[in-house]
DNA sequence: TTGGCTGCAAATATTTTGCACTGGC
DNA sequence: GCCAGTGCAAAATATTTGCAGCCAA
């Protein structure tokens, strides 16, 4: 994971290039998103400013995510059962491991998805711009403590 | 794409065998779903009914597609900014191509699906059960068209 | 000064759920 | 006849949008 102050003052930064205005609630999300080693959904980004900023909406944070996917910033994690997922420090589409029963998220190593990619362009004459590629299962903790899956990812 | 006469056959079949119910709602739905070479959504499945069962519910299309779900006999592509599409003729994860201009959806071969996947589990030690690959891109006729994304599937 | 941003609320979209009634087996 | 399935409506979820007032630049 990237140094949190140098990746909120990259995002300050592209913000600012940009035209986009530095209000307080905003770099608290900016601060937040830079912070997290997970991926924080708008809900859980929401709760943390939410001390210091106690009058901020979800609309703001919805509105200010939406704002950094444009920039290429943010990469969202969209799974259906659980609503999204916000990855602030890997912006760029890359694998996910989802454990079923308690949610953990990891961010594997795989190099090869650019072959991948071409591979599948090259089979379909599409235009391919991005993907998703995700794993779900039971991460060695949940394997242990014999739980079982409560997220049902379909797909 | 499998004959649809078997498909139908197949799942018929199979829901008698766990014992379920062959309403004459549910012996329609099931063949939209067999004979769909597409990958229809839960209201276009609805819609494909209405004519021969005008009461029918979107809450019973629901319902069954959550009974085939559970039996394996479809596959559930959640796609977030669209909805759910269902597959009823390749009912196991395999990766999908979608363009975000037309929605168009492909099913591409491709093979080595289980050697990543393997490799994923030893990587991070989950006991993996299913994945989700799509591309987004645009196929060729929008690309020649000039078309837009209008999709904006992010990940 | 001003237009982007905020925050509240209402709207949207999709899927799920409760429940009385019906009909497949 | 039993009970899963149906159909209506209401609920639950997650996200988006409208708009009046505010404040960062």
Redesign the pocket.
């Known amino acids: 994971m990237a140094d949190p102050r140098e990746r909120l003052e990259q995002m300050v930064k592209l913000?600012?290039e940009k035209?986009?205005?530095?209000?307080?609630?905003?770099v608290a999300?900016l601060k937040v998103i830079a912070e997290s080693a997970g991926h924080p959904?708008?809900?859980q980004i929401y709760e943390r400013i939410r001390p210091d900023?106690p009058?901020?909406?979800?609309?703001?944070?919805?509105?200010?995510?939406?704002?950094l996917k444009e920039l290429g910033e943010v990469l969202e994690l969209?799974l259906?059962q659980?609503?999204?997922r916000y990855d602030g420090n890997r912006p760029y589409p890359h694998p996910h491991v989802i454990c079923t029963g308690c949610g953990q998220i990891l961010d594997p190593e795989f190099a090869a998805m650019m072959d991948i990619t071409q591979e599948m362009a090259r089979q379909t004459g599409y235009r391919i711009t991005h993907h998703q590629l995700n794993f779900f299962g039971l991460c060695p903790k949940c394997q242990k403590e014999g739980r079982k899956a409560r997220i049902k990812e379909g797909n």
Chains 1, 2 share one sequence.
């Open positions: 913000l600012r035209g986009h205005r530095l209000t307080p609630q905003r999300m959904s708008a809900e900023f009058t901020t909406s979800q609309a703001t944070v919805y509105k200010t995510l939406h704002v969209s259906t659980v609503g999204s």
